[in-house]
């Protein structure tokens, strides 16, 4: 199976700076089939990105996602407060679908 | 407009089995997987398998095979996830979620349904 490294664990920013967190994968993932969600408790996860780059439907566009191959990157341009939640990538390019670990992006 | 709506919270001894169901609405289903993702308390999102409504076709991770079914029922267009020999490790949320059947990524998620596990 597809093992997903996220990092870094915790990201500590101030709303309007820029996160980027990065997700590196045990093996390619073909065709980017690599997808970002937004996960905040109490709620249901949000897809964010498909694709390692496509934005799914009604994302701002302050969300942008890059890579391929093995490393892949979410970037989040101007963090704003609801944007303060954990992210996880995901791939599913192969069986099982697997999840990073997650990154928590907090207000420092 | 798409909606999935999971049951309730249960609460189950250990060797109990349990059945989560998934109401969907907006679907039309020879074009989407229904997936089930748990996520036990402070960790993080686990994928557990998925169901083809079409044709009942299943794919799930090696992990659960055995102790996991998911079915489907077409007349009321509903997805159940069915746990077996529940233990307290099986404590989680656990989420329905649809993709497309050539897009594997989770566009649509089911509110959650808390399984907790207890003597």
């Known amino acids: 199976e597809i093992v997903l490294t996220q990092s870094p664990g915790t990201l500590s920013l101030s709303p309007g700076e820029k996160a980027t967190l990065s997700c590196r994968a045990s093996?390619?993932?073909?065709?980017?089939?690599l997808a970002w969600y937004q996960h905040k408790p109490g709620q249901a996860p949000i897809l964010l990105i498909y694709g390692a780059s496509s934005r799914a439907t009604g994302i701002p566009d302050r969300f942008s996602g890059s890579g391929s191959g093995t490393d892949f990157t979410l970037t989040i341009r101007r963090l704003e407060t609801e944007d303060f939640a954990v992210y996880y990538c995901q791939q599913y390019d192969s069986s099982p679908l697997t999840f990073g670990g997650g990154t928590k992006v907090q207000i420092k | 407009q798409v909606q999935l709506v999971q049951s309730g919270a249960e609460v189950k001894k250990p060797g109990a089995s349990v059945k989560v169901s998934c109401k969907t609405s907006g679907y039309t289903f020879i074009a989407y997987y229904m997936h089930w993702v748990r996520q036990a308390p402070g960790q993080g999102l686990e994928w557990m398998g998925w169901i083809d409504p079409n044709t009942g076709g299943t794919n799930s991770a090696q992990k659960f095979q055995g102790r996991v079914t998911l079915t489907w029922d077409t007349s009321i267009t509903t997805g159940y996830l069915d746990v077996t020999g529940l233990r307290s490790d099986d404590t989680a949320v656990y989420y329905c979620?649809?993709?497309?059947?050539?897009?594997?990524?989770?566009?649509?998620w089911g509110q959650g349904s808390l399984v907790t596990v207890s003597s």
């Open positions: 093996q390619t993932v073909m065709n980017s089939n």
């Open positions: 979620a649809m993709s497309g059947k050539f897009l594997l990524a989770l566009r649509d």
